[in-house]
């Protein structure tokens, strides 16, 4: 069973400026619940019990969150409001970590991964997911849990979930191929419609193993791009003989990171938000 998540939160945000000068883009709100907190829900439906969350030097906000406020605790009780008072309690059962990247050196998807690879015993695994996005599912399912059974179901110790599209979407998007018994293959960007090998864009939703979270950790900086990217370690994964199943996302995708894509969330969720 996976027990550990690791969800990275430290990135200032450009794109949602200026608003995330003062508000840290994971707590921008969907509904009444902030974007990283739909994340967390579907991660303690799968079982996880330690939570990491890499923040920048600067942020207090996550923490305030997920700590008890005996204050408003006490104002609720005192209004005769206790029934909001499970909306605000801290998360049972589940101990949460706070790990700060450094804002000088590196830049790059695989510096948070790389920076709790640390927390990472051998023969384990632990989830990954980027801080500023989710799935919504009307079922009350877990992703996280589909993703790990997939995992297990194939005898391996690495996953991804792709996010179906239409097809006027594909050709927009980056694309997972897979070989045939549904593994990893690579990200196919932007393909023509009839070359694309499936209808799954690139979703940043893992489950990866200690030896890719040392690849993680250890691996320069892309020549390219020259920034430290999580994709490059999964490459040398698989070119080194590794596999990673990977899987369909259940529910709605909503990318939080951009003005467009988290204004989409917020009107496709107020159907469904009631608290």
Known sequence: MITKAIIPVAGWGTRMLPITKSIEKCMLP?????VIDYIVQDVVRAGVKDIYFVVGEQSTQVQSYYRS??????????AGKEDKLPLVAPLRDVRIHFLTQPRTGGYGTSIPVGLASEFIEQGESAFVMMGDQFFWRDDGGSNAADL???????????????????????????????????????????????????NLSNS?????????????????????????????????YIEGGGMIAVGEAKGEYME?????????????MAKNVTC
């Open 204 to 236: 940043s939703f893992y489950v990866l193993n200690k030896e890719i979270f040392e690849l993680a950790r250890t691996l320069p900086a892309n020549p390219k791009r020259g920034e430290f990217e999580l994709t490059d370690a999964i490459n040398a």
């Open 69 to 78: 406020n005996i204050q408003l605790n006490d104002y609720l009780r005192r």
């Open 148 to 198: 790990a059974e997939l995992v297990e179901a194939r005898g391996l110790s690495a996953g991804r979930l792709g996010n179906p599209v239409e097809e006027e979407l594909i050709p927009q998007t980056g694309i997972i191929e897979t070989d045939q018994q549904g593994n990893f293959v690579r990200i196919i960007e932007k393909p023509k419609l009839e070359e694309a090998p499936s």
């Open 256 to 268: 939080c990171g951009s003005p467009s894509g988290w204004l989409k969330a917020n009107n496709a």
């Open 30 to 34: 969907v509904g009444t619940r902030p």
